[in-house]
């Protein structure tokens, strides 16, 4: 295929898809190698962004997405007459980030850091995408293990886990950490605010 063949089948994939599409199965489906099919996506997502278009092409972890312009966010949910979804509550937030930071975790090592029980808000952040279960710890009773997902990512404007704000040296044990960590994520939604709720228009 010709590169201007390429890109408008990329486009079509990630369109139709409305999801994150990992890299892998996107060259599969066009019969391309990743490392061919990496700078046609880097291409599209800088012409995306330098002629103001009303999409973006994100890039997060190996996978890509299509998702609507960040600046017209507003207009975008006057359109679909949808609201803004709850913010996340203090417990939320907190438990959210101590998951984040110490992945992959348990409800037990959550619970032990904030020093109260944990199960309503992790059962709410699994409930809203944000983390997911990954397994379990190999010690008695195999608890459940839970990490951040992509819609956590998406949700807080980062690519990789690497960008999230690094913390003050503190033993983990330590109860200051717990309020490091949640000013690191409350700082995380404020820089991202407003943003489009879904992404996929």
């Known amino acids: 295929m010709e590169l201007k063949d390429i890109e408008s089948a ?40 330098y002629e103001r278009r009303g ?28 609201r803004r979804p709850p913010q996340l509550s203090q417990a939320a937030l907190e438990s959210l980030a101590v998951i984040a930071y110490f992945q992959p975790t348990t409800k037990a090592y959550v619970e032990q850091i904030r020093g109260v029980d944990s199960s309503y808000t992790i059962g709410l952040l699994n409930d809203r995408g944000l983390i997911e279960e990954c397994g379990r710890l190999a010690v008695p009773g195999r608890p459940i293990l839970y990490r951040t997902t992509q819609s956590f990512l998406r949700s807080f404007g980062l690519k990789t886990l690497d960008e999230l704000p690094e913390l003050p040296d503190a033993d983990p044990e330590d109860g200051q950490i717990t309020m490091d960590m949640q000013a690191a994520i409350q700082k995380l939604k404020e820089e991202q605010e407003p943003q489009p709720e879904d992404g996929p228009t």
């Open 10 to 49: 990329v486009e079509a994939i990630l369109f139709a898809s409305g999801e994150p599409m990992p890299l892998e199965r996107l060259a599969l489906a066009l019969e391309l190698d990743q490392d061919t099919l990496r700078p046609v996506i880097d291409h599209l997502a800088d012409f995306y962004s």
């Open 55 to 82: 999409i973006r092409l994100l890039r997060i972890d190996n996978c890509v997405q299509l998702a609507s312009a960040p600046e017209y966010a507003d207009r975008v949910r006057r359109a679909m007459e949808t």
